[in-house]
């Protein structure tokens, strides 16, 4: 309740002394601070927090935690570390369970089930002449199928998340939490089942495949989608594999392939080749000239010749099908 509030019940509560006093006791604002809280928690309508301010040391990764902490650097966690050290301290809470009382034995007292980024970046400060921050924690008592529905509903729009890790963590939650279960997953995440097959789908993509691109970061549910069709066949997927195992020893040598370019290569390499039509008749002088090649289509004929076909060469090779069609050998 703001000094505002605070101003509107004393007036009214000063309204109610004899003789219409307008002496302002703001103990009775308070008090009615303290029975509107205390009316709220008692029915249900308020929920008190408890945040804690720790040493990023004192916490682990809870194992499954959806996003690869090992990934993370200053480079790709920069804009939070920026806006820490530019607000002066961590705005919003981790989430953490606790994994032992505080006065009893060693090892990590929390596990981090949302904040892997914010627990980089802290840690990262203390360890870059900013030893003053402190890991802010909420600390809350949950399932492990409920940390996941937890951490995905706070990661699911994030762009910094990547499809694969995303895809990976589903497929793991399935098993674990779900009995193998889709459309029962797919209700607790209130997804549709569609949606979450195509992520699981990724899930299953070959390692070689993933181990192709730069990063897993740039392995997306729509690229699993594209491969899909091209290695439904025996041929089509030794193919798009021998492409990935060529991309992987490429990179082994120190050429860097973009993520595009990784696509356009195993789309290639497991597409159907298509046969080389052969011309039904080739006109030309010279043996050693490539000349003009006709293919006929019913009544229709098709003249096809190389861009650098000389003038003259053009003329000579037109000269012959014509005389060819006059004669009636066409």
């Not at 029975?35 to 408890?50: D, I, L, P």
């Amino acid at each position: 309740m703001t000094k505002k509030h605070d101003a509107v019940f004393d007036d009214v509560l000063a309204g109610l002394g004899d003789g219409g006093s307008r002496a302002r006791d703001r103990s009775g604002a308070r008090f009615l601070k303290r029975s509107n809280t205390m009316a709220e928690q008692a029915a249900g309508g308020r929920q008190e927090k408890t945040l804690r301010l720790v040493d990023p040391a004192t916490c682990v990764m809870w194992e499954g935690h959806n996003r690869a902490y090992d990934l993370l650097s200053e480079a790709n966690t920069r804009d939070l570390i920026d806006g820490i050290l530019s607000q002066g301290q961590q705005e919003f809470p981790a989430i953490v369970r606790r994994l032992r009382p505080a006065h009893e034995g060693q090892g990590p007292e929390f596990e981090v089930i949302c904040g892997a980024r914010r627990h980089f970046a802290i840690s990262w400060l203390r360890a870059n002449n900013y030893p003053q921050f402190r890991y802010l924690v909420e600390e809350r008592q949950m399932t492990d199928e409920e940390a996941f529905r937890l951490a995905d509903i706070e990661n699911r729009d994030r762009e910094d998340l990547s499809d694969y890790e995303r895809a990976r963590d589903y497929a793991k939650a399935l098993e674990a939490y779900y009995q193998g279960k889709q459309k029962q997953m797919a209700e607790r995440l209130q997804v549709s089942p569609a949606w979450l097959s195509r992520y699981l789908q990724l899930a299953r993509l070959d390692p070689r495949i993933v181990a192709a691109f730069p990063s897993l970061r740039d392995v997306k549910e729509l690229h699993a989608r594209q491969l899909k069709p091209l290695m439904e066949t025996s041929a089509g997927a030794e193919a798009v594999l021998a492409e990935a195992d060529a991309l992987i020893a490429e990179r082994g040598a120190g050429a860097e392939v973009p993520a595009a370019k990784v696509l356009a290569r195993l789309k290639q390499a497991g597409s159907p080749k298509k046969e080389r039509k052969v011309a039904d008749k080739v006109f030309r002088k010279h043996p050693e000239e490539a000349g003009v090649q006709m293919r006929r289509k019913g009544s229709r004929f098709q003249l096809e010749f190389e861009g650098g076909l000389t003038d003259k060469a053009l003329r000579d090779a037109l000269e012959q099908f014509l005389e060819a069609r006059r004669s009636g050998k066409l």
